[in-house]
């Protein structure tokens, strides 16, 4: 019995770049969505596919720990290496959200 493959022939390990990737390969879904007047390309992550790596949320600046659905996007103009990793609720409520304001340990509160 010769032994199982987990691949197509004629795909090696890196044989497709992110933009080639089919939406269902991360067990979710890309679609486009319009913000600020620009394109922006969204693809949902299922928990299950979000495994091995912890992201940085752009929306609340926390983490994002492995197994956790969320949602990638980036621009369309610009490709997929300006990717940025948002929790679900972040990336809905992105409109609402305020520039994080820097204030120094003893700067009021007011």
């Not at 067990?27 to 922006?40: A, D, K």
Request: charged share 30%; hydrophobic share 25%.
């Amino acid at each position: 019995m010769s032994p199982r493959r987990n691949r197509p022939k004629g795909v090696g390990p890196s044989g497709t770049s992110a933009e080639d990737d089919r939406s269902g390969r991360y067990g979710g879904w890309q679609s486009t969505e319009n913000w600020r007047g620009e394109e922006w390309n969204v693809r949902h992550v299922a928990g299950a596919s979000a495994q091995g790596k912890t992201y940085r949320c752009p929306g609340c600046e926390q983490l994002i720990p492995d197994g956790v659905p969320h949602v990638v996007a980036w621009p369309d103009h610009v490709g997929v290496d300006d990717r940025r990793h948002w929790h679900k609720a972040c990336w809905n409520a992105r409109d609402r959200r305020t520039t994080r304001v820097q204030r120094s340990r003893n700067a009021p509160r007011f």
